[in-house]
């Protein structure tokens, strides 16, 4: 397993253990890897909507990284992410993608499924801003979600902001 960049390596210390983790927009995949390989999760998701993004990272697993004696099972999700329709539970990443990407997929999954993660970590490649002004502005997600952290994290030239929002119990 390649070594986690500072920034993906922040947002893997946030992931609940012992629950589920939906890694959206996965593209490569680390994320999910990483925390396949930990043995510190149940269920690993990885979510992407280009179908041979999702295709070359199964078979990569298949070869590579899936072992018989371990207990916890990955999923490969050739969807967009506001489309998935199955049961979010634990945590989930959107990372690397815009404010209204980010958005797109929020309200996509609280119009399916409601508020069911655990715990969401929203990581905008831009425009965090918007994105902090539209959930603050979004009644249901307040109504559902705190903001249990904001951090930091440089990487290359840029800082990168990470929220975290838990579920109100
Ligand atoms: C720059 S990569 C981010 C990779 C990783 N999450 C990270 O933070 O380094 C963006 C990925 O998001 C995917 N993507 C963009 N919009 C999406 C959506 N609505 N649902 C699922 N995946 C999406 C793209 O196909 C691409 O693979």
């Given at each position: 397993m390649p070594k986690l960049s500072d920034r993906m390596q922040l947002i893997f210390d946030f992931l609940i253990p012992g629950e589920p983790v939906w890694d959206f927009?996965?593209?490569?995949?680390y994320m999910g890897l990483k925390a396949y390989h930990s043995g510190a999760f149940p269920e690993i998701h990885f979510v992407d909507q280009v179908p041979h993004i999702i295709a070359r990272l199964e078979q990569t697993f298949l070869v590579k990284h899936q072992r018989s004696e371990y207990s916890q099972k990955a999923f490969f999700w050739a969807e967009s992410g506001e489309n998935i329709s199955a049961p979010l539970k634990g945590t989930a990443i959107i990372a690397g993608v815009g404010a209204h990407t980010t958005l797109q997929i929020l309200r996509g999954l609280f119009e399916r499924e409601g508020a069911q993660a655990s715990r969401f970590i929203l990581v905008p490649q831009k425009d965090e801003e918007l994105l902090e002004r539209e959930l603050i502005a979004w009644e249901g997600f307040q109504a559902s979600y705190k903001c249990a952290a904001v951090t930091h994290v440089r990487e290359g030239s840029r800082i990168r902001k990470l929220l975290i929002f838990d579920k109100i119990l």
């Open positions: 927009c996965c593209d490569h995949g």
